[in-house]
């Protein structure tokens, strides 16, 4: 449904989720979450095994939900197959036929729902240009690189022109100027008001198409709402950094003088340092500086706690205090 400004009238555009689980034997891959989604992009955040894939495939009906309900604008996408009409997915997974051209598997995609003939090829290569893959169109799926078949993946979910589009990880595989073509078309799709969900296990893709989030992790949500409170949290979250360098005794020395160093550990055997800091933006702007004044030949610097699954983990343990 159309508005009068015309774009997707919002109040339809929901999905909810009811006391929702899935679970396969003892694995429980999502655990009672309750949520609604409304009109814009909402950004689905949690590192791999969270939980992300299994919720977007019980919202989008391919699977059955174990306990609870999902609804889409009312309607259960696992028993309303009606519900297909208005929702378009992009898997995380390939699934192609290696021998068909990229337009012909995105018209087989189409025929699927119901488009037959000219409407069919039109809105196949309308897609495909959205997604920048017109020129390649005719090209064999088997000899796309991995980036062309994400964005291929990507028109088949767009071609029907759908008011709700659910997202796994697009961005995977794509070159940069593929990312910002892609960041930049689904935040055009929350602008004209449709759903769009789209989920990562990188917080600065998610920041770069929208400020409202939810975040998971082992199948439950830890939080929600505004990126920049998410944000906020993160930057509390203590960080260890190791740094290899030719002065390490003397650079420990300079490092402990800063109230956000809250210790720094020299190596036994070699030139090392572990240093752990409750303001990693802090210590990351102020060090460069500090190398280069001091004259510090650098070898390495890595933070072995700047993982998804270290920082969720740190979340997860905040909600639980």
């Known amino acids: 449904m159309t508005s009068e400004a015309g774009g997707v009238e919002r109040a339809e555009n929901t999905i909810e989720g009811r006391e929702l689980s899935k679970w396969y034997g003892e694995v429980i891959a999502v655990?009672?979450?309750?949520?609604?989604?409304?009109a814009g992009v909402t950004g689905l955040l949690g590192p791999n095994g969270a939980g992300k894939t299994t919720l977007l495939n019980l919202m989008v009906g391919q699977l059955k939900p174990s306990q609870g309900e999902v609804t889409i604008r009312g309607r259960r996408p696992w028993s309303d197959r009606s519900?297909?009409?208005?929702?378009?997915?992009?898997?995380?997974?390939?699934?192609?036929y290696a021998w068909m051209t990229g337009l012909e598997f995105v018209v087989a995609m189409l025929r699927l729902s119901g488009f037959l003939g000219r409407a069919a090829r039109q809105r196949a290569k309308a897609a495909l240009e959205l997604v920048g893959l017109l020129d390649t169109a005719k090209k064999k799926i088997g000899a796309y690189s991995k980036g062309m078949r994400q964005r291929l993946k990507l028109a088949q979910a767009i071609a029907h022109d759908p008011e709700i589009i659910l997202l796994d990880e697009p961005l995977g595989g794509m070159d940069p100027l593929g990312r910002k073509q892609t960041i930049d078309l689904i935040r055009t799709y929350g602008q004209q008001g449709r759903t769009v969900v789209v989920s990562s296990h990188i917080l600065h893709e998610i920041e770069a198409m929208t400020n409202t989030i939810v975040v998971m992790n082992n199948g439950k949500i830890l939080a929600e709402g505004d990126v920049h409170e998410v944000?906020?949290?993160?930057?509390?979250?203590?960080?260890?950094?190791?740094?290899?360098?030719?002065?390490?005794?003397?650079?420990?020395?300079?490092?402990?003088?800063?109230?956000?160093?809250?210790?720094?550990?020299?190596?036994?055997?070699?030139?090392?340092?572990?240093?752990?800091?409750?303001?990693?933006?802090?210590f990351f702007n102020r060090l460069p500086e500090l190398i280069l004044s001091n004259n510090i030949d650098v070898e390495s610097l890595t933070s072995p706690d700047d993982t998804v699954e270290a920082v969720f983990k740190y979340l997860v343990e905040e909600k639980n205090r």
């Open 31 to 38: 655990n009672k979450i309750t949520v609604s989604i409304g």
């Open 83 to 96: 519900v297909h009409q208005v929702v378009g997915y992009c898997p995380d997974i390939d699934s192609f």
């Open 231 to 282: 944000r906020e949290l993160l930057d509390k979250y203590p960080r260890k950094v190791h740094i290899t360098c030719d002065k390490a005794r003397y650079l420990s020395a300079k490092l402990v003088e800063f109230d956000d160093v809250v210790s720094v550990r020299l190596e036994r055997d070699g030139p090392g340092l572990l240093v752990e800091t409750v303001k990693p933006d802090a």
